[in-house]
T-cell receptor, first 112, second 115 residues
């Protein structure tokens, strides 16, 4: 079956710290992988995506690399800011069908 | 163009009443999804539509929940005889149907409070 396992939160970091949020997946075939972000009081929005193995998605200083050998799609940022405080969701879409599978979300708080 | 819209943005109702939540997807998006997000929790999949049909209703929590879609456009999620545990934000998303790289676009959600 298809599923996403995400690092438990909450995560609290100081400004300019390095961020990693782990995400691993189980899927048949070759899914596309996504990170969504939900800022306080707002809806979910796409942060980045990768559609095939070894692809790197990047946006707003965040990066994630599609690793098929480890079935992972870890989110990283070299220097977080207070404005990055949000909940981050890892998701996959199998290469057949229209269903999406989301992780449980990881809450990040960045303190000045 | 316009994004996914949902109405109402907030709904307060009394236990036992029925509620209808509406979603207008992005034009041309044939796949439409409903999720529930309880306070501080992740996304709980409810149902998705491909066109006007629902291939997967496995996430509907009980027979009090139903959803329909017409004209490959607007969708309505109906909760009958609401209970306090139904209080949550109900999120709608839409997507182009074909192509695994197509992401979901989310609406702002409807916050439902059952007193």
């Amino acid at each position: 079956g298809n599923s996403v396992t995400q690092m438990e939160g909450p995560v609290t970091l100081s400004e300019e710290a390095f961020l990693t949020i782990n995400c691993t997946y189980t899927a048949t075939g070759y899914p596309s992988l996504f990170w969504y972000v939900q800022y306080p009081g707002e809806g979910l929005q796409l942060l980045l995506k990768a559609t095939k193995a070894d692809d790197k998605g990047s946006n707003k200083g965040f990066e994630a690399t599609y690793r098929k050998e480890t079935t992972s799609f870890h989110l990283e940022k070299g220097s977080v800011q207070v404005s990055d405080s949000a909940v981050y969701f890892c998701a996959l879409r199998p290469n057949t069908g229209n269903q999406f599978y989301f992780g449980t979300g990881t809450s990040l708080t960045v303190i000045p | 163009g316009a994004g996914v819209s949902q109405s109402p943005s907030n709904k307060v109702t009394e236990k036992g009443k029925d509620v209808e939540l509406r979603c207008d997807p992005i034009s041309g998006h044939t796949a439409l999804y409903w999720y529930r997000q309880r306070l501080g929790q992740g996304l709980e999949f409810l149902i998705y539509f491909q066109g006007n049909s629902a291939p997967d209703k496995s996430g509907l929590p009980s027979d009090r929940f139903s959803a329909e879609r017409t004209g490959e456009s607007v969708s309505t999620l109906t909760i009958q005889r609401t209970q306090q545990e139904d209080s949550a934000v109900y999120l709608c998303a839409s997507s182009l149907a074909w192509g695994p790289s197509n992401e979901q676009f989310f609406g702002p959600g409807t916050r439902l409070t059952v007193l």
